[in-house]
């Protein structure tokens, strides 16, 4: 698990936001566990604000439920 671990803090912020969002389309469970990893661990060890984390969760969020409405409109 600490390697697993390492590598995901070795990303950058860009990669990590992208992995977090691509897991809320597909496994939330795993979303959480990876959001939590990265709260618990300080930024300078490769970890991300809290604040950051719901505000990219509050966009993604949007964002599909956008795409879900709108590909109902055109059927």
């Known amino acids: 698990m600490k390697l697993n671990k390492r590598y995901f803090l070795s990303l950058t ?3 990590k ?3 977090l969002d691509s897991l809320l389309k597909n496994d939330f469970h795993s979303y959480m566990i990876l ?3 990265f709260s618990e661990t300080p930024i ?3 970890g991300l604000s809290t604040g950051l984390i719901s505000q990219e969760l509050d966009k993604s969020l ?3 439920y956008f795409i879900k409405k709108r590909k109902f409109k055109t059927i």
Do not use: D, I, P, V
Request: aromatic share 6%.
């Open 17 to 19: 936001l992208k992995m």
């Open 62 to 64: 949007k964002r599909h």
């Open 44 to 46: 300078y060890k490769g």
């Open 35 to 37: 959001a939590k990893c």
């Open 13 to 15: 912020t860009k990669e």
